[in-house]
């Protein structure tokens, strides 16, 4: 059926929510081309296009989707496949709602341009039909590495090929992806159909991707330069040493960091009967956070078994999740505890969890961040009865890579030190870019920091 009110986005299809709490199929069923091309017709393609400057790789947002409103979706497809290494990825998991489509024009009386899906499905539709992203026409015989193969790392890797260099990627897990395949959960974005094959158009623009690498250990940045003929190296490694209250009970059976329990459930497929990966069943869950990550271990711990509260010190208008990811776990049963804290967590005499303490929370005065700063209200202490415990309180930089590598300057959280504009760090011909240099963010800001990069180390090594 047509889509008679220009204010409204045309519904995408989603799983029902009872159904998919009980599965790890993709939440959201995307448009099909009818759907997508009626939702491009409600684009007003500006000439002053402030949805491109909303994006961190900068698509030309207007061009594709003025393709896909023609039917010309390989067309479209070719137009961010200019900017992006990642469209089906970045369809999905970017918070379109506060970058591109944010800035759309339509959003001012109506609701915005459903740029996402609209990525996502010219993306998939490629895929679908073997369509592949344009090869780099010569190779210049010049070798940069590139350590991560997470959003930064492929980006910088897929755009310094395009440029003509011989990328060679260094990834530390048995398998590429980083983030993408540790960290965001199957039924947000499905590993085999999309971030493989993803991963595998990179590696047709000629980059070649080493696993079980773990630069700091199984070679130096230094070596990698000084022996192996690398020009220029890109630092993409993320940010994947989580961060714990300190609280007591912390270290009782039980209780997570959000990376271990994800990294077990995606990478390890621990929710597959036919893998053998330990992890543990929550029958009473608490995610503690507010983050995309909080919502994703929430989400994964429900679909295990688990009756899953989310305990978070600040209110509903200060979650800092993507609106739709806290829709969607509202909607799959998940209790939001607000402004509430834990205090200890609470083991018995063999050492699992059995409770925690929390305190209620109050909003005072703004703190650094511009955010009201959460208060304990005295004498509000109450009991919640859980058995496993997940701390989703963001990560930092592993120090490995800069504590190994001569000259190479990072502040006191353990970020690199880069320049914004082309990631070079105080290390000549080591650049950086991603979670590893602002701690833990976006996919879409990573891929950002990647491309900036490759531009940055391509006007490097042609200066020399």
Not at 222 to 248: C, H, K, N, Q, T
Not at 305 to 322: F, M
Not at 365 to 389: K, M, N, Q
Request: aromatic content about 4%; hydrophobic content about 35%; proline content about 5%.
């Amino acid at each position: 059926m047509a889509n008679t009110n220009v204010l409204k986005k045309v519904p995408v299809r989603e799983q029902d929510p009872k159904v998919r709490a009980t599965n790890f199929d993709e939440v959201c069923l995307g448009y099909n081309q009818e759907e997508a091309m009626e939702e491009a017709n409600r684009c007003l393609h500006c000439k002053n296009a402030k949805c491109i400057q909303g994006c961190p790789v900068s698509i030309n947002i207007p061009d594709f989707i003025e393709e896909v409103k023609q039917g010309n979706i390989e067309e479209a497809y070719k137009i961010i496949s200019q900017s992006s290494s990642l469209p089906a990825i970045c369809g999905r998991v970017c918070p379109q709602e506060s970058q591109c489509e944010g800035k759309c024009i339509r959003g001012i009386k109506g609701e915005p341009v459903s740029i996402g899906k609209l990525e996502r499905f010219a993306a998939d539709w490629a895929r679908e039909n073997g369509v592949q992203p344009p090869k780099p026409e010569q190779k210049n015989g010049r070798k940069v590495a590139v350590i991560g193969s997470g959003p930064a790392g492929l980006t910088c890797a897929g755009d310094l090929a395009k440029y003509g260099y011989d990328v060679t990627i260094f990834e530390a897990l048995h398998e590429p992806g980083g983030v993408l395949v540790y960290g965001i959960p199957e039924f947000r974005l499905p590993k085999l159909d999309v971030v493989a094959k993803e991963v595998e158009n990179v590696k047709s623009l000629g980059v070649k991707i080493e696993t079980n690498v773990i630069v700091g250990k199984s070679v130096t940045i230094d070596e990698l330069m000084d022996e192996e003929g690398y020009e220029a190296v890109f630092i993409g490694s993320g940010a994947g040493l989580p961060m714990f209250m300190g609280i007591p009970g912390e270290s009782a059976k039980g209780v997570f960091s959000a990376n271990e329990f994800l990294t077990r459930n995606n990478l390890m497929k621990a929710f597959r009967e036919d893998y053998d990966t330990p992890i543990v069943h929550g029958k009473k869950v608490a995610v503690v956070g507010g983050g995309n990550v909080a919502m994703d271990a929430a989400t994964t711990a429900l679909r295990l078994g688990g009756d899953v509260h989310i305990v978070y010190r600040r209110s509903e208008a200060e979650l800092p999740a993507r609106v739709e990811e806290v829709h969607h776990a509202k909607e799959e049963g998940i209790v939001f505890n607000l402004l509430t804290n834990p205090k200890e967590i609470l083991v018995d005499e063999n050492d699992n969890v059995r409770g925690m303490v929390c305190v209620r929370m109050e909003l005072g005065e703004p703190d650094a961040s511009g955010r009201r700063r959460p208060v304990e209200i005295p004498g509000s202490e109450f009991e919640l009865e859980v058995d496993t415990v997940i701390m989703a309180l963001g990560t930092s930089p592993n120090p490995l890579i800069s504590s190994t590598t001569i000259g190479l300057d990072t502040n006191r959280r353990k970020c690199i030190i880069a320049d914004e504009t082309t990631g070079q760090t105080s290390k000549e011909g080591v650049f950086a870019g991603g979670d590893a240099v602002t701690g833990a963010a976006t996919v879409i800001l990573a891929m950002g920091a990647g491309k900036a990069a490759a531009k940055g180390i391509h006007d490097f090594l042609s200066s020399k």
